[in-house]
């Protein structure tokens, strides 16, 4: 099984990647700009959350306004 030209294909191709990947130069973000790049996606999230809150609760004062504040719940449904 581990003779099969596929398994020897991989095995070679991540060994040479991982040897590109221990000596490259280094590239991407540090842990710092990663931590920066988190807290403003995490602010953009929570800025859309609360304006989402806002809306949704702007529109049910109008929908409660419009029905009255809710009336009594109804009468129980289709009896006689």
Do not use: C
Request: charged share 15%.
């Amino acid at each position: 099984m581990m003779n099969h030209p596929w398994i020897i294909y991989l095995t070679a191709y991540l060994g040479v990647r991982i040897h590109r990947a221990r000596t490259a130069p280094t590239r991407g973000a540090s842990a710092v700009e990663w931590v920066i790049i988190t807290a403003i996606i995490a602010g953009v999230a929570l800025g859309l959350a609360t304006l989402i809150k806002t809306l949704v609760e702007q529109k049910q004062s109008e929908i409660q306004g419009t029905f009255g504040g809710g009336g009594d719940g109804g009468d129980g449904g289709g009896g006689e």
